[in-house]
């Protein structure tokens, strides 16, 4: 599949098999994301793997919209050091999710971006259960398995949002 194919035909997916995911793909996605461009090169993120039934059964207690976590084998946190980086961690956070989507979804898994900044109680309960630091603030959690469905791409090109030299 080449990029803009990946880009075209990604779609959020929250049902999945029991299959596992191997170790080497999840590298394969942590290497993704880490492509990703950031302000400064200042790669102001950190990655938390969870594939412990635990951790993962316990997400939904505090995030609304995440019950398809009982059902992944595998969820990646992308988080960002607001110490060590610019004023930009969130975009280069968002930048380096989008492409673990993509990898993902390139590589035949199913994945969905579960939003945890900017909602306070996400972060806080999100930041305690992960054994975060006070400096580390955890932007996205990526759902990820292998796919129980299988969904078609939308166009969502409007012309009307698109404004030539001037609006
Ligand atoms: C910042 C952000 C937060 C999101 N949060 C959630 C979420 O909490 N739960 C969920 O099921 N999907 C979440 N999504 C996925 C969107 O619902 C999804 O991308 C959107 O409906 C478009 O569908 P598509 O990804 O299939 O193109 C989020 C997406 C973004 C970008």
């Known amino acids: 599949m ?6 075209l035909s990604r779609r959020s997916i929250r049902k999945y098999t029991s299959q596992k995911i191997s170790s080497d793909l999840v590298e394969e996605l942590i290497k993704a994301a880490t492509a990703a461009p950031s302000a400064n090169n200042s790669q102001p993120w950190h990655f938390v793997i969870i594939n412990e039934r635990q951790i993962l059964d316990s997400i939904p207690e505090f995030h609304p919209y995440s019950s398809m976590l009982y059902f992944a084998p595998l ?13 930009y961690w969130v975009q280069d956070c968002s930048a380096a999710t989008e492409n673990i989507l ?5 590589r035949g898994l199913g994945a969905v971006w579960l939003g945890i900044y900017p909602i306070k109680q996400r972060v806080q309960s999100l930041r305690e259960l992960l054994a975060l630091p006070e400096n580390i603030i955890p932007l996205s959690l990526i759902s990820l398995g292998y796919p129980a469905v299988s969904k078609t791409p939308e166009n969502r090109l409007n012309p009307a949002r698109v404004h030539f030299n001037r609006w």
């Open 2 to 7: 080449d990029a803009v194919e990946a880009i």
């Open 75 to 87: 969820a990646i946190a992308v988080c960002g050091d607001s110490q060590a980086s610019s004023s």
């Open 102 to 106: 993509l990898a993902a979804h390139a």
